[in-house]
């Protein structure tokens, strides 16, 4: 588990990491440079979740023996399918994401992380939002380095 005790706020524990793939963790069907070792990182201490309808159809072979259970879903209502596997997880989950279809999840998190990279982020995902971040390297980081998240959302 991550721990975060938040100056003037609640401590954030963190037992799940969501994530979604295009356009967050992987541009054009393809992981992001240093992406695989932060999650191998992350795997060691919470359950790491990558969320995706898989449109490239490449998840699998660029994911496979970084630490993380891929979660595939139908192209359809990509915004319900994230929720409900975020709501299965039961909660102490982190959620990060860059599109539209994560606001839902979003919302249920226990901490939300917007990326801001290739694809951009949607705008009416910001306020749904705990943080806003330029890459998807700077979201994982803020949870391995937990002094920039507690910098960032203390009171």
Request: charged letters at 25%; aromatic letters at 6%; proline letters at 2%.
């Amino acid at each position: 588990m991550i721990t975060v005790a938040i100056p003037g706020r609640d401590t954030i524990e963190i037992e799940h990491i969501a994530l979604d793939y295009n356009g967050t963790i992987a541009a054009d069907g393809k992981l992001i440079d240093g992406i695989a070792g932060r999650i191998k990182k992350l795997s060691a201490f919470a359950n790491v979740y990558i969320l995706t309808a898989d449109t490239y159809g490449t998840v699998k072979a660029q994911c496979e023996n970084i630490g993380a259970i891929i979660k595939t879903f139908p192209r359809a209502n990509a915004a319900d399918c994230k929720l409900e596997i975020v709501e299965a997880l039961g909660g102490r989950t982190a959620c990060i994401g860059n599109g539209f279809n994560d606001i839902k999840m979003f919302d249920i998190a226990g901490l939300s992380i917007a990326v801001m990279d290739k694809e951009g982020v949607c705008a009416a995902l910001i306020p749904h939002a705990d943080v806003l971040v330029r890459s998807a390297e700077e979201a994982l980081d803020l949870l391995i380095y937990t002094d920039r998240l507690r910098a960032t959302l203390r009171t």
